[in-house]
């Protein structure tokens, strides 16, 4: 496991692929707001004042609305629950998760 994480953080700094890096960092912290019991008003109201952290390095575009459909799509769907003690399931779904979206985000944009 140790090792497929360190494999996923070095594809983004060989692929300069920022802009998916975030998108994929976007699921990690909704998905952990929402495991935390984070309401989702609040969530979006972080987004908002993470924007200044989460910009396209190439283009300097924010990526807000990126930010805003994930934390959006984590809180509609059953991914996550709420105060979930599953840790090892929930940081396996993590992990699964953004792999996909980093795979899926560097396949698309290459």
């Known amino acids: 496991m140790k090792i497929i994480i360190f494999l996923l953080m070095l594809i983004p700094a060989f692929a300069h692929a920022n802009y998916c890096e975030n998108i994929a960092q976007f699921h990690v912290l909704s998905a952990f707001w929402k495991i935390d019991g984070v309401p989702k008003e609040v969530a979006l109201?972080?987004?908002?004042g993470l924007e200044v952290l989460y910009s396209d390095l190439e283009s300097g575009k924010n990526q807000t609305k990126e930010f805003t459909e994930m934390v959006e799509d984590t809180y509609k769907n059953d991914y996550f629950k709420i105060n979930d003690q599953d840790i090892s399931g929930?940081?396996?779904n993590m992990t699964y998760?953004?792999?996909?979206i980093l795979a899926?985000?560097?396949?698309?944009?290459?």
Do not use: H, I, P
């Not at 998760?97 to 996909?100: K, L």
């Open 97 to 100: 998760g953004y792999a996909t």
């Open 45 to 48: 109201e972080r987004v908002k």
């Open 104 to 110: 899926t985000c560097l396949a698309e944009n290459s």
């Open 90 to 92: 929930y940081t396996s």
